[in-house]
Each structure stands twice: as C-alpha cells, then as structure tokens.
C-alpha cells in the first residue's frame, strides 16, 4: 500500500563556504489519508527542513538523497510545472508566525480567494463564498466583514486562523503546520489544534503536525516521530511514544515539559549539536545518562514495526507522563526541586534509573526528592501593593479605548513569588507595565517599597524604578545588539552611579550566579543562544538587587528544554527571601511550578486568586476550570470537573455584570446584571456568586449530556 | 472620505509654510550682497539714475514698507515686476513653468516606469548576469554629470544619427503651435495639432532622456531592494508553497509591498530633478524655469527671486503630499 506521504532515507546536507550542516541524515517516515502526524523535537532538530523538503523548498546549498514520495512521485525531482500543481494542491503549508506569512499589502479575503482560483478552479464570486464559508469554519466570526481585512488588522489567534484557511483553501492532499501554536494561549491552542483533527477527520486529509510541546499535541496526534538533530529517534503511535517512552531523548523530553499537575520541568544539561556530517554515532550519546561505548562508536539503527526507536538501551516502563500515576505528593515547594537537575545528573530517570529496580507499573514518576524548603514567611514586607488600579489606553483621537485593567488590588510581599495568568488581552502585561512604572494608572495607586510610582519625577522616579526590573519574553530582542553582555548587565548600576570597579565585580558575582561562562561578558547577544540570553536577561535583572522583579512570559519564546533550565534558574531565584517575584504566564504548568500565589486575570479583572495549590487543586471560578480543562497535559492533567467556555472570543461588554458571563455555561440573569467582587471561598478567593452551586451544577450539566 | 479629510488638514498646513519661506526669502535675498539696480543701469550710471530707478521698483522704501507691498501683490496674484527685464514676473513665470515641468513630470515619470520594471525583474534574477548588467548601467547612468550626458546624447542623437531636432527650442515654429500652458506638448494635445505634437515629443526626447538617466539610479537601487526584501520575505514563501500562480503572485504579493516604500524617494528625486533642470535647460537652449531663477539670481532680481523659490517650495509640498497619499493607498498599515 502506498502512503499519501513516504519520506525515504531523507538526507540534507547543507553546504555552506567555511561550514556544512548535516540538517538531516536519514529521515524515513509515513503519513497517510486522514491520519494527524506530530513531528516533534528541539529546534534545530530538522523539523522544520522536512517541512520545506516536502514542498521541495530547501534553502541554497543543499544537497539531498533519499526520495520525498507524495502520492508515489518523487518530489525532489518534480519539474517546474508538476511542482506548481504539488506546493498548495498536494501538500499546503501552514506557517509558524502567521502575522509573517500574511501578505501585509493584500486583504485576507483576496489572498484567500488567489488560492481557491488557482487550485479548485472557482470563478471570483464563488471564490468568495466558499471563502467565506471556510472563515466561518475555521472560527472566524463576521466572516463576510472579515474578508475585506487586512493582516494587520487581526489579533494572533485570528491570523492562525486565516494561515488554516489558506493552506486548506489549496485544498491539498497533505496539510503541513509549522508550529502553529507557538505563542497562543492555552485556550487558543486547543482551538487550533481542533482545526487540524477536524481537517483529517472530516476532509481525509493527512496533517504533519511540527511542534516542540509534545503535550500539547499529544491529544490531537494519531503517531508521533521524535527528530534529534536531523535523524528520526523515536516514531509510533502516540499512546506507545508518549506514555511509554522507548528513547532516552523522548523520555527528556517529555520529562522538560512542567505539567499542570504540578509535576515539574526537569531540564536536560547541554544543547543539541550541529553536525557538519551525517553521525557515526548516537547523535543523542554525550548528553544521555544511559550511553555506554557502543553509543559513541555506532549508530543504533531505527528498528520496530509500527513502533521503532534508535536506541541500543531503550527504557520501559511509563515514561514523565505515566497514564493513572496518582497526583504528585502535596507540594511543599518540591518545584524547586528542578534545581538539582542541570548538568549531567540532569537526565530524568522516571521509571527508575538503571541502578534502581523498576518501581511498580503505575507508580508516581520519580519526583525530585529534596527536603521542602523553609515555612515562608509570610509576614515579609510589602514590596509592591497596587490598590484599586484601572488603566484605559485611549485611542488616538476622540473619545473611547481599550480598558485594560478594571480595578485590580494586589500586594507582593518579599520572598513571595505571584503567579499571574489569564488569556493573552487579559490585562497581564498591563499589570507588568504598571508595577514597573512604565503605564501610569487612570486611577487607584501603585506603591513600590511604601513610595507611590506614578507621584514621582525626574531622578527620584529613575532611581525608584531600579528597585523593580523586568525580563521579557524576547530575550535576544530586549538586548540591545550593538553592546556587549557586560554592558548590558552593568546597565542598572550605571544607572544609580555605581563606580565601574565595583560594577565589574557585581556583574560578575551575578553572572556566576546564572551558571554563566565570564568569557561571554565580552560577546554580543547575536552571539548567544537563547538560553543563554534569558540568563543574561535575568542577571541584568538581578544585578542592581531589587525589590521585585516581573517576568513576563519569560520562557515563551524558549524551546522547551530550555524552558527547563530556565525554569530552574528561575525557580533558584524566587527563594530569596528578600525580594518579591511576579511571574506572568499563559502557561498554566509552569506557574504551578514554583509560585506561592496565582492570580487569574480576566478581562482587567481578578477572578480568582490564592495559594497556587487552592487555586490549580480545587478551583472555584468558572473561567479556572476552564482554562485548567483546557491545559494540555500528559499526565491526566487537571483531574477535576471539565468546564468549557462558549468560544465567543469577543471582548465581551463588560460595563456591567460579570465579565465572564458571555462565555460562562452558569451564566444567569443575575451573572450578567450585577459585577461579581471577590470574596473569600476557604483559602482563596473567586468573584463568583456562584462557586458554592457550581459542582451541582456541573454533575447535572454530566447527566444531561450523558 | 479619511483620505480627503487628510489631503484638506495638509493643504491647511501649508499656508504657514509657505508664509514661512515668503518671509525667509524676502529678507535674505535683501541681505546677500550685490545690487540689482547697479547692476541693470551699469557702471555709467550717476547717482540720481540709481535713485529715480531705486524709487520706480519702490526700493527706496523702508523694508517693513516694502515687504507690506509685497504681501498685497502676492495676495492679489501679483508677484512683482522684474527688475531685470521690467516685465510682470507673473507673466514670465506663465511663459516658463510649464515647459520645465512638462520636463520634470516626463522624466521622473519615465524614471520610474524603468525603475519599477527593471528593479523587479533585476530583484528576481538577483546576483546574476542581468542583475549585475542593470546594476552596473544604473550606476554609470548615475555617475555621469547631466550637461555632459545631454552633450553625448545631442553628438550621437542629433549630429551622428540626425534622429532628433538640433537642441534649439522647444517645438517646430512653424507648426504654429497655440500656447495655451506653456507646456508644448500638452497644448498639442490640447488644441488637436498633430505635427506640432511629433515636433515637440521629439525636441524633448533627448532632454528628458538626459534628466530619467541621471536620477533613475536611486529609484532602481531601492526598487530592487524592497523587492529583494519581498522574495525573501515569510509572506512570499507562503504564497509561492501554496503554488500560486506566477502572475498571481507578481501582481498580488511582489508589485504591491515592493512599491510601498518608493513614493518618498520619488519625492526627493523628483526635487533633484528640478535642480538638474538648470544645466538641462542650459545645454539644450531652453527658455525654461531654471534658467529664468539661475538668472533672476545671479542679478539679484529680488521679485524672480522671491517668487522662484516660493514656487519650487509650492512645488516640493504638493510632490510630497502625493507621495504620502500614493504611500497611504499602497499601504493599509499607514494611517492618514
């Protein structure tokens, strides 16, 4: 039987004056007709060159072997016309960044309507029907007003949307994503990856699902194939590959990924390397903690039917992510944990290291064992206390805006670590901006150390805002490129006048506390990896000793090992007792990893907020189940009762009433006319009337469905 | 409906600027040495000459008094009379705007006609032969100075090949030619007259040749640049995965983003261009603008001064207010 898609001993070589780069070197897998596909791995892994190989798009220099078979064809040596017909009817592309892949001068309907004539040769006006049936189907609403817009004007979600459209208005054979989540918000990315079950479900397409987050592809994924660097390790169905990881490199990293459940990231020391020719060896040997001899002097070949991994020491037993492992001992802190885990111990064992007898089918993966840290105390001194803030952006000209913060009340304490989430536009970076005294609020106060932010002026607010720092999500773009990593981390000192000597030192002191080489003091940030980056992001943070520090979305833009890592880093420095941590995320995981309290936004409003086990262990608010259910998790997750919002995704008219009652399935009259304050419900507190009917309310929502 | 209301606000804003220049011309031209009397009654001239001619252009005036003056004329459309020839500067400017911007308009226009087709077609076939050969012609066009480029051109167009007219005026005289702008071309259109049409299209073959080659240079260089950054960018991958046409993608996802950034340097080119009108026009006998302002300037003729230079300021507002409106209907992101 041939396959809608067979990748044949797939070999990229990529030939640069000076260097070359073995992209891939021997890549064979599979897709077929109806059947969703994730290729998963770090990047540089080759991911994405098998993307461009399938449509026959391989950057200059490359040389291949190997057949890329689409339909029985052999696409690398497709001519010109026969490769028209292949790029968009035989296999779309969906790109990672769709804001980038939209033509900004083109409105979305037109460019939607280009590919409707040109591959299912439809006249103009039924080009904009079926064009705009395929909005509404992909979850555009006002599809027909949405037709005439351009890129810029859409939100992220949107323009993922238009990107679906567009590959799947090709009508192709093969529907190809490039990580087409990156950077959405949890409820978004189920939403999107809907879309791409759906495509394979209902049109029979087969879907080439890229992604580095394995658990958030797991549950729309039929098989899985695990790339490192440039060669396939691991590739099966998705129940054998995720819950039962053969290959050490899988096993790592699902093990990288922190899980709502409160287990958490453990990081895999090293990077992955660039090979400059096909490997002789295990490419995955010098970082794995099972490799002996035989690793390092041959290559395991990829063997199994169905199920085949490329390990001579392959691991059973359940992998990070065992199914049914009981939920993870109460937490006291064992987030921390993660710390131990750089360097070359950093392999997770779960299952049991070679050493260990396996623990018994279904047993808790190993947690870190470290002895909980010391009672926090809570009574440590207020650093930042915002009380009552709204913060409107007014538009340009005239009346109206956007209400970012309605009336938000929150105090950090030193020592203390908060955890803000909420839907991307729900106000958190707002929060960030306004504690760091870069927005000012339309009303109520911000106190830094006691000192109102926004009454002070001139040198005293400079000096002011050196006690709060921020690390941003991008974290080679907030370095300034043209200065060197000692620059940019002295920066906060040169600020407040401190004398170049001691400013040496303290950089220094700080850059040994990011487990940083001092050689890279000299480097330029196009010099660093990501990781690195983030660290020196951190450091320079860190280096003037503040009060509090804000980390917006810190380790978004990360692969997800590095996340690990970073995570730790983080982790380590939200110990100190002296200063207060703000962690704003989407991702819900890696805020239950190591915050004290979580705070959930909504709209400008807190809905929710508590010690980060109340709220993720038993949560009251409708809209924290509802983002908990929609977490992508590997092990069983949320185990609570599912919720499910309305997808209405408009920002609702939220002048009276509850925000949320648009979307909330409890909704009553009563939701809509009257706004919901907090109020205390045994640990936390949730602006919901509703919380203590909600659990009837949901079993009856059960029965009536069942 | 926004577009007009941005085209009002910007035509509203012009007024002060060119209040602005009225004020700066008037009073530095006064204050640059050399003395436009002196200079018209020559060395032979006794001081009651200079004083009866001082007091018949109102010269003899205190500044504030003459600068009144020359507000209400200006108010009134009347720019002065010449000291020069003693004519209406208003009716000279009539004479000689015209055909000089017949010139300018022509040659930027062809200008960037050959910049749009050659830039793209030279981006598409980047670092190869005939994008290195268009490169290079470009560059050489740029670098050549105009008077001697139109010397060249006149040598081999008109002396060796005799397919153009001697570079002597503008238009055929006995084609009997009505003026009605001043531009011969476009009164050819106007009045129907065809000979004086092929007569005038030929007189100005070869200048504005001269005047498109030396400024297209820029205008290819940035085509082919914003074109370049076009292939290369996410949004043209995506559309060339998706297999869509080659027509398709040329019209709908290359022209468009590429042009959006040329209007603004058309703005500056089509200034350089007016600059370059002065030799042009001197190389070819034309009895154009430039000549006119180079001369009203060099015998201090306050009145052709003052009312060149708040034309050519007139000039530049309005070219780049087109270029803005042209950028905003190129580009949805710009807000006007």
Known sequence: MTHLLSIEDLSVLIRRPGRDVAALSGVDLHVDAGEVVGLVGESGGGKSMVARAIVALLPGGARTRGAVRFEGADVLAMDEAALATHRGHGAALCFQNPRGALSPTRTVGRQLTDRLTTHQRMDKAAARETARQLFEAVGIRNPARRLDAYPHELSGGMAQRVMISLATGCAPGLLIADEPTTGLDVTLTREILRQFRHAADTDGRGVLLISHDLASIASVCDRVVVLYAGTVVESGPVAKVLREPAHPYTRALLASVPDVSGRPARAIGGAMPLLPSPPAACPFAPRCAHATERCTAQRPPLTGDGWAYACFHPQTGGGAAAPGAPPPPPRGGAGRGGVGGVGADALPRPGGAPACPPPPPGAAPAAPVTAPPPQRTAAGRVVMEIEDAHVVYGSRFGSGGHHALRGVSLEIRAGETVGVVGESGCGKSTLARLMLGLTAPSSGTVRLDGIDLHAQRGRKLRRLRTRARLVFQDPVGSLSPRRTVADAIGEPLRALGVPAAERAERVAQVLARMNLDPAMLRRHPHELSGGQAQRVGIARALVGDPDLIVFDEPTSALDVTVQAQILDVIAELAGDASRGSVFISHDLATVRGFCDRVVVLYLGRIVEQGPVEEVFGNPRHPYTRALLSSAPSLDGGYTGARVELAKDLEEADAATGCPLAARCPFATDECRAEPQHLTPYGAAEAACWRVPQIPALIREGAHTRA | ?336
């Open chain 2, 1 to 336: 409906m926004r577009l007009l209301r941005f085209v009002a606000r910007r035509l509203l804003q012009v007024v002060p600027v060119l209040l602005g220049v009225v004020v700066v011309t008037f009073v530095l031209v006064r204050v640059l040495p050399g003395d436009p009397i002196r200079t018209i009654l020559g060395p032979n001239a006794t001081d009651a000459d200079a004083a009866a001619a001082r007091a018949r252009f109102g010269l003899d005036k205190p500044m504030w008094q003459q600068f009144l003056d020359y507000l209400k004329g200006l108010a009134t459309g009347d720019f002065g009379t010449s000291i020069q020839s003693g004519t209406s500067v208003g009716s000279e400017l009539a004479l000689r705007v015209g055909p000089t911007l017949e010139l300018v308009v022509l040659s930027v226009s062809l200008a960037l006609l050959i910049a749009v087709v050659l830039g793209v077609w030279s981006a598409r076939r980047a670092d190869r032969f005939g994008d290195h050969s268009v490169r290079i012609l470009a560059l050489v066009g740029n670098s050549m100075p105009e008077f001697w480029l139109g010397l060249v051109l006149i040598l081999v167009g008109y002396s060796a090949l005799g397919w153009f007219p001697a570079p002597s005026g503008r238009v055929d005289p006995d084609t009997n030619l009505t003026p009605l702008t001043g531009a011969d071309l476009l009164d050819a259109i106007l009045t129907g007259n065809g000979p004086a049409f092929t007569s005038a299209l030929s007189h100005l073959a070869l200048p504005v040749a001269t005047l498109a080659i030396v400024v297209v240079a820029p205008l290819l260089r940035s085509v082919r640049a914003s074109a370049l950054e076009v292939l290369r960018s996410e949004a043209y991958l995506a559309a060339t995965t998706h297999g869509l046409r080659p027509r398709t993608l040329l019209r709908g996802y290359l022209l468009r983003p590429t042009l959006v950034r040329l209007p603004a340097l058309a703005a500056l080119v089509f200034g350089t261009a007016i600059g370059s009108t002065v030799l042009i026009e001197y190389v070819y006998s034309w009895q154009g603008f430039g000549q006119w302002a180079l001369r009203g300037l060099l015998y201090r003729d306050y009145p052709v001064v003052q009312a060149s230079v708040l034309l050519i300021a007139l000039g530049y507002v309005i070219v780049f207010l087109i270029a803005d409106v042209v950028h905003a209907v190129l580009d949805p992101r710009v807000r006007i």
